[in-house]
């Protein structure tokens, strides 16, 4: 929010320039502490001949994007509409304004501000933000640091997430009907059990999932008794437990799509799976493929029989079968007819109809099986697909490559991660990059790599507009592997990028001839 006082100071005769002064905390480190921020730039302010004449302020807000960041985003709004009372904006530095993943981003908020003729101005930062080459350099830079910065964290955090689900530990969300999260110290001994809204506040403590009330453990398994012992639907069961005033654990109605989710989370019989879905630096919800799941088996005391469980998934799979591609298709058509729209959660709720996990398992994703009836969501999820496309011919690519390899004179095998390993002397990784094309009609590609491979020899497969052909080469070795991503254009990119640029694999190919001895001598 952004707090005001009214009327510049004078030193000396001499007019202060009046300056709002923008300031945002995340989590990430008590040296950035709003406070902390404030008098730094008050110092900056009185030692260069600002009078701060206003204050805009985010608090506990991510960088990653404008997204609940109000104050920056009134600040843009004031800077467009308003009659200002300042002409300039201090910021302690450049990660303050902003972690954008794409630089391009800050850097265009900052071009808002100076279009209305205001000063942006980052008070820690080793250079004058005055528009010379040098200044826009560096800039570019830190921008780019600011944001992988985040990047590197938010994989840290992920692995360490993983490692936690792999030991038995809950990694947040609501523990769901019939369980409860009990707090353990770091010998695992039962501390206490969490109530809603409540979190852990040592950090080597670790959270668990628990057996619940006798009554709610009862009700889980009476639904799963029902479901598979007495055939009785999901949408039946949701109306008997609403009958009896029973409510879910978010104090709400059952229906017909919450049955159905407490009859296929595996958390019921104890088992402890993450990354079903992820949102990354708050870029997109993604529904991610089984194989990519992190599962620890048996982590908790299950409330339901494994028999049992395994019982309800056979009676939920065998009521698809009897649906037919084309059955399915209407089935969808109907519904978007009757609603208007379609999503995952409405398509559980309805009776008589495959669930939407059925959906993507016999599509390839709800957004193919969307397309096939005429459904567009609002949200752009071709992405998806294209992922798919590529996964799906990488294989080829792989076979293509090790082709080329041996017709080289060389020899070749896969390992299980992907790695390609030549003539027991070096490795290979494939990256494909998918083309991204802008508004504007040009085309970008992001190049990330999986530096846990450790490959000898990295090779990016630029994927042309339609992301079914090959469009260029990039060929990496290690020692001069790019430390962070990057986002490339179709040309003009860093000279330390394209010297590495080809239109074909044939040097990575020479790599792999072989010449007898004498040849060589």
């Not at 843009?76 to 300039?88: G, H, M, P, R």
């Not at 998918?434 to 970008?444: A, D, I, T, V």
């Amino acid at each position: 929010m952004a707090d005001r006082r009214i009327g510049p100071l004078r030193i000396g005769g001499e007019p202060l320039i009046p300056a709002a002064q923008y300031v945002r905390m995340s989590t990430d480190h008590q040296r950035y502490s709003t406070e902390n921020q404030r008098e730094a730039i008050e110092k900056y302010a009185a030692q260069h001949g600002f009078d701060i004449v206003c204050t805009y302020a985010d608090e506990g807000k991510s960088g990653l994007s404008l997204d609940g960041r109000d104050a920056l985003k009134q600040l843009i709004q004031d800077v467009q509409t308003s009659n200002l009372e300042f002409k300039a904006i201090l910021v302690y530095d450049i990660s303050r304004w902003g972690r954008f993943q794409d630089a391009d981003e800050s850097a265009y908020y900052e071009y808002v501000c100076r279009r209305a003729g205001l000063q942006v101005v980052y008070c820690a930062e080793p250079f004058e933000n005055d528009g010379s080459p040098m200044s826009v350099i560096m800039k570019s830079v830190k921008r780019a640091m600011a944001g992988e910065y985040s990047r590197e964290l938010s994989n840290k955090v992920f692995k360490g997430q993983c490692r936690l689900i792999e030991l038995g530990f809950r990694q947040g969300g609501s523990p769901g009907f019939g369980l409860r999260r009990m707090l353990l110290d770091e010998s695992r001994v039962p501390k206490a059990q969490l109530q809603p809204g409540e979190r852990k506040s040592l950090q080597t403590d670790r959270v668990i999932l628990a057996p619940g009330p006798a009554d709610e453990v009862a009700v889980v398994q009476e639904i799963y008794e029902q479901f598979v012992h007495r055939r009785t639907t999901e949408r039946e069961i949701a109306d008997n437990l609403n009958a009896m005033g029973i409510r879910t654990d978010l104090g709400r109605r059952w229906t017909r799509g919450t049955v159905h989710q407490l009859l296929t989370n595996e958390k019921y019989v104890g088992n402890n799976v993450y990354n079903r879905t992820s949102f990354k630096l708050k870029q997109r919800h993604v529904k991610n493929s089984p194989d990519t799941w992190v599962r620890s088996n048996g982590a908790f005391e299950g409330i339901v029989p494994t028999d049992l469980f395994g019982a309800a998934q056979q009676l939920i799979e065998a009521r698809s079968r009897r649906f037919d591609e084309a059955t399915m298709l209407d089935l969808l058509k109907r519904l978007y007819d009757r609603t208007g729209t379609l999503s995952g959660l409405l398509i559980d709720e309805q009776e008589g109809m495959p669930s939407s996990s059925v959906y993507r398992s016999h599509f390839g994703s709800l957004v193919r099986a969307y397309s096939l009836i005429g459904f567009r969501p609002d949200r752009d999820f071709r992405y998806l697909e294209v992922n798919q496309r590529l996964r799906s011919i990488l294989p080829s690519i792989l076979t293509e490559i090790i082709e080329g390899l041996m017709a080289a004179g060389g020899q070749s095998n896969i390992a299980t991660s992907g790695l390609v390993t030549v003539n027991d002397e070096f490795t290979v990784s494939i990256v494909l990059a998918r083309c991204r094309q802008l508004p504007s009609g040009s085309f970008r590609w992001h190049l990330r790599f999986d530096t846990s491979l450790k490959p000898d020899v990295t090779v990016v497969a630029r994927m042309a507009a339609t992301n079914t052909t090959i469009f260029d080469y990039y060929i990496f070795p290690r020692i001069d592997m790019p430390l962070r991503g990057h986002r490339l254009s179709e040309d003009n990119n860093e000279v330390s990028l394209d010297s590495y640029r080809f239109d074909s694999l044939a040097p990575l190919y020479e790599l792999a001839e072989r010449f007898h001895m004498s040849i060589a001598a």
